[in-house]
């Protein structure tokens, strides 16, 4: 419960650090978008996402190539955002750019992929390639717009 309550947080604050750069004294080169791949669903095609009013509040409205995704066996490649402590993570945030601060959010939900995993992943800097079932969250309550669930690495 405390995970779901610490991303719903996270994503709530997230218009407040819209602006994604390298932090001072780093080089900016670093901090660039993966370069798309053909074997994993590129960031753009995640990015397909618009809020709409539905009575009192927003929800995601997805693009027919998102809508497309849900419930399939997918490969995804990002940055992992740990959701708790330990050299090892079985439940963490994959996302498209890497974080520049332990405070800061590397982008909006549609940056952002929730991970469970088969197995404990070890944390790294480094990209990630997953592989797992990709479910598009139309009205969840945490915020998030995507999950990869039974999540193994890959190269």
Same mark, same amino acid.
């Given at each position: 419960m405390?995970?779901?309550?610490l ?6 604050a ?10 001072p004294?780093?080089?900016p ?18 990015s397909?996402?618009?809020? !709409? $009013?539905? +009575? ?5 409205k997805f693009? #027919?190539? /998102?809508?497309?995704?849900?419930n399939?066996?997918? &490969?995804v ?5 740990p ?10 945030v994959l996302?498209a750019?890497?974080?520049t601060?332990?405070?800061?959010m ?5 940056t952002?992929?929730? !991970? $469970?995993? +088969? ?7 480094? #990209?990630? /390639?997953l ?6 969250? &139309? ?8 999950r ?8």
């Open positions: 405390k995970t779901i309550a991303l719903a947080a996270m994503l709530l997230l218009p407040a650090f819209a602006q994604h750069q390298a932090p004294g780093m080089d080169n670093q901090f660039k978008p993966l370069p798309d791949r053909n074997d994993v669903v590129s960031w753009n095609v995640f397909q996402v618009e809020l !709409v $009013k539905q +009575k009192d509040r927003y929800v995601p693009a #027919p190539a /998102v809508a497309a995704l849900d399939k066996d997918v &490969k490649q990002g940055f992992m955002m959701l708790q402590m330990g050299d090892k993570q079985s439940h963490f996302t750019m890497p974080q601060c332990s405070f800061c590397p982008g909006g939900p549609e952002m992929v929730e !991970v $469970k995993t +088969k197995a404990p992943v070890k944390y790294t800097f480094e #990209p990630l /390639v592989s797992g079932k990709l479910a598009v969250l &139309k009205d969840d309550p945490t915020g998030v717009f995507y990869l669930t039974d999540a193994v690495q890959s190269k």
